[in-house]
């Protein structure tokens, strides 16, 4: 896929491998292949939605391309720089304007600090500003998340789930960056919590300008909030496309099967055509021992014997869609 000359983040045959260690000596005896070359783009302003299965490596990656870990091949251009290989000192520059928000608030919080020492945090480490210019532009993006300037004076405990991701949220957004990673952000907030949540992210990112990398499991979610989706099985993208052409026109088997497994709210309009249900059999493969071939094979209703010898890659079937599977090559 060749990315267009406006994407602010890309990802290029991106693999982070971890050593198995074994023996009384320890070494090293195979590796977990959480993420086993990977390639995208992601253009200015807009938002990648990344779906799969527990274990599939969406959070690894997204870890990866912040530098939080190292790849162990590959290249992670952002805004025209390759940081793949940059140490400490070289990439802090960017650390600015790379943001995560994580999926537990209770977890990233640290219940020791006021909402104002966690959201400054950031600014002391990557801003000269003055105590006071801290203090106002930590009152300028509490307020946008939707709290009240006084409530920088509480702590962690005294909010609910969805005020503390808020916080994280703000946190994040202090030092203006320009990516976001956001890493299940609203799969620990009660459902009718959700909702506000993501609204108000979509709504930042309108107002600030940002670029969202959106890692999920539920796809009704990613649904609400992404431009394209990426649907990732086992470490590797295997269908790729605008959110339109993904949820009416599915190739993947794999993604199929996730569509259909979208709860649907029945209101006795029996006229509306409904897609069976398609039941994967098995679990996910270990990573640290993927089948040969096209790694979906084993779970796949469809899969013939090419797929046990050959790799499938990922081919644009349409404009913009990307999916590997031998179905579509032959």
């Keep these: 896929m060749d990315a267009a000359n406006d994407a602010l983040v890309k990802v290029k045959n991106v693999k982070k491998y971890f050593p198995i260690k074994g023996g009384i000596l320890k070494r090293t005896i195979g590796h977990l292949k959480a993420v086993d070359d990977v390639s995208f783009s992601i253009m200015k302003g807009e938002t990648l939605g990344i779906v799969g299965e527990s274990g599939s490596g969406k959070s690894t990656l997204g870890r990866v391309m912040l530098r939080l870990l190292d790849p162990t091949e590959g290249s992670i251009y952002f805004n ?113 919590i959700q909702a506000q949540v993501l609204n108000l992210m979509k709504d930042l990112q309108d107002e600030l300008g940002l670029t969202y990398l959106f890692i999920a499991h539920d796809l009704s979610v990613v649904k609400h909030i992404s431009n394209r989706v990426a649907v990732m099985y086992l470490g590797r993208i295997v269908e790729i496309a605008t959110k339109k052409s993904l949820y009416n026109n599915a190739y993947h088997p794999y993604t199929q099967a996730l569509l259909t497994s979208i709860p649907v709210i029945d209101h006795g309009q029996n006229d509306i055509p409904r897609k069976t249900k398609i039941k994967l059999t098995g679990d996910l493969p270990s990573p640290s021992d993927p089948p040969s071939g096209c790694t979906f094979r084993t779970r796949c209703p469809m899969a013939h014997e090419r797929c046990s010898l050959e790799r499938p890659e990922l081919i644009e079937k349409d404009a913009g869609h990307f999916v590997a599977c031998h179905l579509y090559t032959e």
């Design 80 to 192: 025209g720089t390759d940081i793949s290989h940059l140490n400490r000192r070289k990439i802090r520059p960017h650390r600015r304007d790379m943001q995560i928000v994580f999926q537990d608030p209770f977890a990233s919080l640290n219940s020791k600090m006021s909402v104002a020492e966690l959201i400054e945090e950031p600014l002391i480490v990557q801003s000269s500003l003055t105590k006071a210019e801290r203090k106002e532009q930590a009152i300028e993006i509490i307020e946008k998340v939707g709290l009240r300037a006084e409530d920088r004076l509480k702590y962690p405990h005294e909010f609910s789930g969805g005020q503390r991701q808020r916080i994280s949220i703000a946190r994040a957004l202090v030092t203006r960056p320009k990516f976001v990673i956001c890493d299940e952000p609203v799969s620990a907030l009660d459902v009718s």
